[in-house]
């Protein structure tokens, strides 16, 4: 039963070109221990607890659980290699989160306060599989289910670098969810002119289009574009103008007035340090490569 191998290779260029070999950790802790310390930077997610018991009745424990960007509960499991049962076994803990959502409130209220607590979306909670491999059988598994799964690769490099690749990522929504959105209930679907809701309409083809493991959250002041993370924040159309926050360094781009605007630092709904502002079909042609490098980025 082979896993889904990658072909990516790492180099040193440090006197020469020698491949730095991956390895896997020596033990499932270290990988636990390793994203529990890093989880915003690595998984875009605020960490909760580790090991948190599920209690003498269920008797699991949880490997980490935390809150994503958009508020939705999050259940981390680990294993070294390959192990078909990873998925099964967060789903078994997804279960009983569903059953404990004042528990898992309250716990967020003491670890991030009474506002996150406040905006847990129950609507789309997740489970990331962290392993050393998934199998083609792993990756059909999770497209099965009606769940937000995904499935991320771990590699260590040398004394000091980690890789993480994203396997598979499903949103649990079905085909016919996804029909229905398309035809008036996104970002633009809510009382605006005609021309702002293709607009919207566009955008949200265009951020969908760039891979297979693209997911959206809707939360009520946004929608939230997302592989691990989130990479594109929509906000609902203003009068003349459609707002979408990406996840791009705006150093690294021309700053256009009128089109695209740094805002670290600025409050705003989602997350995102660029802001692309668009008002015409041409705007949205000029802002794939802003949208495919915030993509890459994810």
Same mark, same amino acid.
């Given at each position: 039963?082979? @896993?889904?191998? *990658? &072909?990516?290779?790492?180099?040193?260029?440090?006197?020469?070109?020698?491949?730095?070999?991956? %390895?896997?950790?020596?033990?499932?802790? =270290?990988?636990?221990?390793?994203? +529990?310390? &890093?989880?915003?930077?690595?998984? @875009?997610? /605020?960490?909760?607890?580790?090991?948190?018991?599920?209690?003498?009745?269920?008797?699991?424990?949880?490997?980490?659980?935390?809150?994503?960007?958009?508020?939705?509960?999050?259940?981390?499991?680990?294993?070294?290699? $390959?192990? *078909?049962?990873?998925? &099964?076994?967060?789903?078994?803990?997804?279960? !009983?989160?569903?059953?404990?959502?004042?528990?898992? +409130?309250?716990?967020?209220?003491?670890?991030?306060?009474?506002?996150?607590?406040?905006?847990?979306? !129950?609507?789309?909670?997740?489970?990331? #599989?962290?392993?050393?491999?998934?199998?083609?059988?792993?990756?059909?598994?999770?497209?099965?289910?009606? %769940?937000?799964?995904?499935?991320?690769?771990?590699?260590?490099?040398?004394?000091?670098?980690?890789?993480?690749?994203?396997?598979?990522?499903?949103?649990?929504? *079905?085909?016919?969810?996804?029909?229905?959105?398309?035809?008036?209930?996104?970002?633009?679907?809510?009382?605006? @002119?005609?021309?702002? $809701?293709?607009?919207?309409?566009?955008?949200?083809?265009?951020?969908?289009?760039?891979?297979?493991?693209? &997911?959206?959250?809707?939360?009520?002041?946004?929608?939230?574009?997302?592989?691990?993370?989130?990479?594109? #924040?929509? #906000?609902?159309?203003?009068?003349?103008?459609?707002?979408?926050?990406?996840?791009?360094?705006?150093?690294?781009? =021309?700053?256009?007035?009128?089109?695209?605007?740094? $805002?670290?630092?600025?409050?705003?709904?989602?997350?995102?340090?660029?802001?692309?502002?668009? %008002?015409?079909? %041409?705007?949205?042609? /000029?802002?794939?490569?802003?949208?495919?490098? *915030?993509?890459?980025?994810?």
């Amino acid at each position: 039963m082979g @896993g889904v191998v *990658s &072909n990516l290779k790492l180099y040193s260029t440090n006197g020469g070109v020698t491949e730095v070999a991956p %390895r896997l950790a020596e033990f499932e802790a =270290d990988v636990q221990s390793l994203v +529990e310390a &890093n989880m915003e930077a690595l998984l @875009g997610v /605020r960490f909760l607890a580790s090991e948190y018991s599920t209690g003498p009745v269920h008797g699991g424990r949880i490997d980490s659980l935390g809150l994503d960007e958009n508020g939705s509960p999050v259940i981390v499991e680990y294993k070294r290699g $390959v192990d *078909s049962g990873v998925i &099964n076994q967060g789903l078994f803990y997804l279960s !009983w989160l569903m059953d404990h959502r004042a528990e898992f +409130e309250r716990l967020a209220r003491d670890r991030l306060g009474a506002t996150a607590a406040a905006q847990v979306l !129950w609507s789309g909670p997740r489970l990331i #599989c962290v392993a050393g491999d998934f199998t083609r059988y792993d990756v059909h598994a999770v497209r099965e289910h009606r %769940r937000s799964i995904d499935l991320v690769r771990y590699r260590l490099f040398g004394n000091d670098l980690l890789g993480l690749e994203t396997v598979a990522s499903v949103s649990g929504r *079905s085909p016919v969810t996804r029909r229905v959105r398309r035809q008036g209930t996104g970002p633009g679907g809510g009382g605006h @002119g005609t021309a702002l $809701v293709e607009l919207a309409q566009a955008v949200d083809e265009s951020l969908l289009g760039l891979g297979d493991g693209v &997911n959206y959250v809707q939360r009520k002041m946004y929608r939230a574009y997302q592989r691990l993370r989130n990479f594109a #924040c929509v #906000c609902p159309p203003q009068r003349t103008k459609l707002l979408v926050y990406l996840k791009v360094d705006p150093k690294q781009v =021309d700053l256009v007035p009128g089109f695209a605007r740094d $805002v670290t630092g600025l409050g705003h709904h989602g997350t995102g340090d660029l802001e692309v502002q668009l %008002r015409t079909l %041409r705007d949205v042609e /000029r802002a794939q490569d802003l949208f495919r490098m *915030s993509y890459a980025a994810a």
